[in-house]
């Protein structure tokens, strides 16, 4: 998750840095350009969220009623263990909830490099285009 989101956030930024030399010589705060930048990265953080949860919701149903049943000696060692052999799913909100706020702080983790970029981006470079600018 970490790395998709670095991946695409930095990929964004790097790919405007154009766009972003000409809103800061336009006269835009680099303030304003980076709460831009949070919030368009909070907006793919909750899509990603909410497709997740979609397409795993499902998922999750279908192996909470019918859990994966562990054969052989591994079923053996949990019986003898007390325990039953399954692979349980838990749907626990509580779960849900933590995953959702580790997904977003992952996410400002990876804002920070791309802030810092913004923040030392010439705006006479930027314009030029071309290779990215550092």
């Keep these: ?18 766009e972003f030399a000409v809103m800061l010589a336009t006269g835009m705060l680099r ?4 709460g831009l930048i949070s919030i368009e ?6 899509i990603g969220i909410v497709l997740g949860l979609i397409v ?16 052989g000696e591994a079923a053996q060692v949990m019986l003898e263990s007390g325990f039953e052999p399954i692979v ?6 509580h779960l849900l909830l933590n995953q959702i706020i580790v997904v977003l702080i ?11 970029r913004l923040l030392r ?9 071309g290779a990215h600018v550092d």
Aim: net charge positive; hydrophobic share 50%.
């Design 41 to 46: 990265s909070l907006f793919i953080a909750i």
């Design 31 to 34: 303030s304003k350009l980076i």
């Design 106 to 116: 992952i996410l400002s983790l990876c804002l920070v490099y791309p802030m810092i």
């Design 1 to 18: 998750v970490g790395f998709g989101l670095f991946a695409t956030i930095l990929m964004t930024t790097l790919e405007r840095q154009r």
């Design 121 to 129: 981006l010439p705006i006479a470079s930027g314009l030029k285009g």
């Design 88 to 93: 349980p799913v838990s749907l626990d909100p």
């Design 56 to 71: 795993s919701a499902p998922v999750l149903g279908y192996f909470y009623f019918n859990p994966i049943e562990i054969t």
